[in-house]
């Protein structure tokens, strides 16, 4: 890209933009204003960055977060002054707590028109707290080469604190004089002799996603005391790693190796390559609620990678157990809400080296097979019960989604019941089926955002979500002609907040109706005629699994399933209730 030398302004923003090329960049989501008017005009003018512009600033951080789960590299998102980085907020937080590389670059007016209503002027420095892994104010744009120099390292320091230690966001804070638009300055003509490009930049390419090198060998003396236990599991929780099949290898070797039974959560991809872990159980939930038989299969030894998974029973049952915990994960965060005994082991599981693989002991055998037993007595239950229930129950969903989306099809699974529901229901799989999630912070902000970031420019993708999540976020719909792709969307319309249902309030109405399950009341296919979206109500289940394989190659599809919440809370009980009384007992 040539840089820019019309004037101050536009050749700051072009050393910017080339930098972080360079480094790598290839996606931009510009949200419109005056004050970033230099860098939406260096963003939007490079050949080789994508720059996608999007209206709504929280919308726009979201789908930038979706994109930057899908690259697993930095995605840049630029706003004007004022209130509009407020709005990217919500998704600085998820970054955070999800892992997730963002560049956040808020434009901003110079020292001299703030603290004096200048307008559009709000204290920015430090706008995101302590959430962002680095943040910076950059100096005033200059026409010199030494500020040229310290412009280009900035970017470079801010590009490498998003992705290390730790993947996360970074912060720039810019300000910008007049002109903001590209109207010439004769002498930033002269800077054109000094600055020779090809030498500026020689030292900057794209590097490798970084990767965890441990420097001492894995303790001997932890593989022993692993090796040498009868009743040990391992806990495998949410989880997008960059390579999923090598990371669901890790751990099923692990397994295998040590004959403990792994309990993978829904959003583990384990549940998505089941042929690769034969010692998978998913119906942990549902045997942990016979009581008599958690006590049985209470273990010796856990060995937890990354996050504890969703569920309540487990995490009830591990507080109960105060069995000595192994957490895995190459953070140094700190992964037990339960507080219980823990010792953190800081490395991808990826890198614990091979284990012998020894002959199981009488024990050890008993133990796995009551897990093994249990989970193939559940699963079938669940098998032949879904498959027999005829009304639309929420938590038949994800069971035919997981058995019936084509191989690797990305699914972003909103929060709130969707994801419990997959946590429950979600069936093994070798589909390779790719789950995306915003479990970092758990809300519903920018569900339909994130999706549409995750689509873009991927294989055919799903968004499962309930109508709350989907309403929440409706500006998102603004970014339909900006997707290149296909998003085919799953609602689930039970009329409110369905996760309420599961709650003590849910039995004091007055107010729970009204102030907790929160129905709208949306005529959805009024709402996708509004934004020239292709609308479905699905009408039974056979109809749904037509439209769910082949997916569409493009554009954006809204398939309605009505559901209702309160029956659907009374089957879940019932189920359950039975699960423990005539399956387990």
Request: hydrophobic share 40%; proline share 9%.
């Amino acid at each position: 890209m040539p840089l820019d030398f019309r004037n101050t302004n536009t050749l700051w923003s072009s050393i910017l933009v080339e930098t972080l090329h360079r480094l790598g960049l290839t996606t931009a989501i510009l949200c419109p204003g005056s004050r970033s008017t230099p860098l939406t005009v260096a963003f939007a003018q490079h050949p080789e960055i994508e720059a996608i512009p999007i209206l709504d600033e929280r919308s726009a951080a979201f789908f930038a977060l979706g994109v930057a789960k899908r690259l697993g590299l930095p995605v840049v998102v630029v706003c004007t002054s004022g209130t509009a980085g407020a709005n990217f907020f919500p998704a600085v937080i998820e970054a955070r707590y999800s892992r997730v590389p963002l560049i956040v670059l808020t434009a901003d007016r110079p020292p001299e028109l703030r603290d004096c209503h200048a307008g559009q002027a709000i204290a920015q420095l430090k706008l995101y707290g302590d959430y962002p892994n680095w943040q910076a104010e950059l100096a005033l744009p200059e026409a010199k080469m030494e500020m040229l120099c310290y412009l280009r390292q900035t970017l470079v320091q801010a590009w490498t604190r998003s992705r290390v230690p730790t993947p996360g966001v970074v912060h720039l804070n810019i300000p910008f004089r007049d002109p903001l638009a590209p109207i010439p300055q004769l002498e930033i003509a002269s800077l054109k002799s000094q600055l020779h490009p090809q030498d500026f930049f020689a030292h900057i390419s794209h590097s490798p996603f970084p990767t965890f090198t441990h420097q001492k060998p894995f303790p001997s003396s932890i593989v022993r005391i692993w090796q040498q236990c009868d009743r040990g599991i391992i806990i495998a929780g949410s989880a997008q790693p960059p390579h999923p099949e090598i990371y669901c290898r890790a751990i099923a070797n692990l397994s295998q190796s040590l004959g403990f039974p792994v309990l993978a959560e829904g959003l583990s991809p384990l549940r998505n390559y089941s042929a690769i872990a034969p010692h998978l159980i998913s119906t942990y939930d549902s045997i942990l609620r016979d009581l008599t038989l958690a006590q049985k299969l209470a273990p010796d030894i856990i060995i937890q990678i990354g996050e504890l998974p969703i569920s309540k029973q487990l995490r009830t049952w591990l507080s109960n157990t105060q069995t000595h915990r192994w957490v895995i994960d190459p953070t140094p965060e700190n992964f037990d809400p339960l507080h219980g005994k823990t010792t953190h082991l800081q490395l991808p599981v990826e890198q614990i080296p091979p284990l012998l693989k020894g002959w199981l002991g009488e024990e050890q055998a008993r133990y796995l097979k009551q897990w093994l037993d249990a989970e193939t007595q559940i699963r079938e239950y669940f098998d032949r019960t879904l498959a027999q229930t005829n009304i639309f129950f929420e938590g038949k969903i994800p069971w035919l989604l997981s058995q019936h989306l084509p191989p690797k099809t990305p699914l972003f699974i909103a929060n709130s019941m969707p994801v419990r529901d997959v946590e429950y229901f979600w069936k093994p799989n070798n589909q390779h089926i790719q789950p995306f999630f915003n479990r970092g912070a758990n809300g519903i902000d920018g569900t339909l955002s994130t999706a549409f970031g995750i689509a873009h420019r991927n294989q055919s993708s799903v968004l499962l979500t309930g109508d709350l999540a989907l309403l929440h976020d409706t500006n998102g719909f603004l970014q339909r002609n900006k997707l290149i792709g296909s998003l085919t969307i799953v609602l689930i319309n039970n009329q409110g907040g369905g996760i309420f249902e599961m709650l003590p309030i849910s039995q004091f109405d007055p107010p729970f109706e009204e102030f907790f399950a929160t129905p709208q009341n949306i005529d959805f296919s009024k709402l996708c005629l509004t934004y020239d979206i292709e609308y479905k109500l699905i009408e039974s289940w056979h109809h749904f699994q037509q439209l769910i394989n082949p997916l569409p190659k493009q554009g954006i599809c809204l398939l309605e399933l009505k559901t209702n919440r309160k029956s659907d809370v009374q089957w879940r009980k019932e189920t359950f209730a039975k699960i423990s009384q005539d399956y387990l007992s």
